[in-house]
């Protein structure tokens, strides 16, 4: 009998054999075809610990799934783009948490999403508060969860301050993703950044409180990365304040053995309530995020697909299925059941062979074209790397930069939802044209004449003759077709 898994958050009941096929659809189908046992330059047991890692693989993030669960509401510090009330905004994007859990109703949390998620791979407690500074709490669930359910990937994400007291533990508990938030390695930049800390009994402020948070950040990445634990520096750039200066964290924190670094962009509003927010302190736009993170791209390893989650986030990143795992809709009885993880992974593996294949083919298809052009390309996707979501319904584009030199992805671009019920909204659309300031071209799954239109009058291309395609196949097929080779044309 065919097993009911929800896929891709399509958020609909399909049987294994369709998922299969949709996985499959379009390209070729054979497994065989391609490799998924990771790049070449990365050591095979540090891809064990990533390949299914959303945050830690981009790969991994069109098939897999994170959740968070607050269970961590207490902090030692304060920052002046964080007000409490909202979420931790070293992992999150401000937006109240739903509900604070101890670590018995984080079980039952987990336990009901495994068996409704297939996707489900990581387990992350990412505060409300700090993850080590509440360490009881975090401990408890995660020993809690890594009985019942032996193979989720437990991350954790800390200001670093309380970090290092509990390294050997996180190394005991098989904890191979730590994120520490550095926003500096100047304390005199972490002056403008930190009012204060908590640590040892007592209250420190002004510079001598952003020595002991350096001093303590550099220490626990260190012991983190002497243990071969990955380390992934968290960043939040805020023009003025850190933005030149991340350049010299990046160098600073690759040489001390981060794995990964994730520059993330400052989110203020007057209405969050935070210092910033009050004060006028703005947040990058996209197209500057995206130019310090290509001085940075020879540095360690960048994050580009962070969507700063909520810590109470639930879904594959760029989702929030968080509202439908509330408390009150939870069993008070629930046994973890693997099947649908397990066979949701296998499929996947197959699959994976498929589109790394793919991509190798669409590289070679760009690598032919006469031109120098570098454009950027914003897809429409709802996960397992397939260009597969209609222009309206995108609540973000995924954006590509691609050249001769091949496609990368370079980050994520978030809008509010074009069509609602059937209408699309004007204002929405202004707002929309505004985010994708630099593309070229939107491919997409279905895009109406009237959206079309306006982004052809604001200069900006939109398709849907790619439908289906894997994203690379897609914007290599758009990109040979917009700049033909020599040889091409007169084969
Ligand atoms: Fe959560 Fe963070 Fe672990 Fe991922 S999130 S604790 S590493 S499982 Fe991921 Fe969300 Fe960005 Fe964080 S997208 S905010 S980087
Ligand atoms: Fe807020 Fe997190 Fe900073 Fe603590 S570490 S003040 S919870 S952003």
């Known amino acids: 009998m065919a097993q009911v898994i929800s896929l891709d958050s399509l958020m609909i009941p399909v049987s294994t054999d369709t998922m299969r096929q949709q996985l499959e659809s379009g390209g070729c189908s054979s497994s065989s075809c391609g490799s998924s046992d990771g790049p070449a330059d990365m050591a095979p047991e540090v891809w064990a610990k990533v390949k299914d890692h959303p945050c830690y693989s981009e790969e991994a993030h069109h098939y897999f799934a994170r959740m968070h669960v607050a269970v961590a509401p207490a902090c030692n510090i304060q920052c002046n783009y964080c007000n409490r009330k909202y979420d931790c905004a070293n992992e999150s994007r401000p937006g109240v948490v739903s509900e604070k859990l101890t670590p018995e109703q984080a079980l039952r949390k987990v336990v009901t999403v495994a068996n409704e998620v297939p996707q489900l791979s990581v387990l992350g407690i990412a505060g409300p508060g700090d993850a080590c500074y509440d360490w009881k709490r975090t401990k408890a669930t995660f020993d809690l969860v890594a009985k019942e359910i032996p193979d989720i990937k437990l991350c954790l994400s800390t200001n670093g301050l309380a970090l290092p007291d509990h390294v050997d533990e996180i190394a005991d508990m098989n904890i191979d993703h730590v994120t520490i938030t550095i926003n500096m390695v100047d304390p005199q930049v972490g002056t403008g950044i930190y009012p204060w800390i908590f640590y040892n009994h007592r209250r420190w402020t002004g510079l ?180 597969n979501q209609h222009f309206g319904h995108a609540t973000e584009f995924q954006v590509y930069e691609v050249s001769p030199s091949g496609i990368g992805f370079v980050g994520h671009r978030k809008v509010d939802q074009y069509c609602q019920g059937g209408w699309g909204e004007d204002a929405t659309l202004d707002g929309v044209l505004a985010v994708l300031e630099g593309v070229t071209i939107v491919l997409c799954a279905k895009v109406g004449d009237c959206p079309k239109d306006s982004l052809a009058a604001a200069g900006i291309q939109v398709s849907h003759d790619y439908a289906y395609d894997w994203i690379e196949s897609g914007i290599a097929a758009w990109y040979a077709a917009a700049y033909p080779s020599a040889a091409r044309l007169s084969a």
């Open 208 to 387: 001598e409180a952003a020595k002991i948070l350096h001093e303590r950040q550099m220490q626990g990445l260190e012991m983190l990365a002497a243990r071969n634990i990955l380390v992934k520096v968290n960043s939040v750039m805020i023009p003025g304040v850190n933005d030149e200066h991340l350049v010299e964290v990046n160098k600073v924190v690759k040489a001390k053995g981060a794995f990964l670094h994730n520059v993330m962009p400052l989110i203020s509003d007057p209405a969050h309530g935070t210092y910033f927010g009050l004060n006028g302190q703005r947040g990058p736009r996209a197209m500057e995020l995206k130019a310090l993170q290509d001085k940075l791209s020879d540095g360690t390893k960048l994050m580009r697909h962070c969507r700063q989650c909520r810590a109470d986030a639930v879904g594959l990143l760029g989702e929030d299925r968080g509202q439908e795992f509330t408390m009150d809709q939870l069993a008070e009885e629930i046994s973890y059941d693997p099947s649908k993880r397990a066979a949701y992974r296998e499929i996947v593996a197959e699959n994976r062979g498929e589109h790394v294949a793919q991509k190798a083919a669409a590289a070679e298809v760009v690598a032919e074209s006469d031109t120098d052009a570098t454009v950027l390309v914003a897809v429409a996707t709802k996960g397992g790397g397939r260009i």
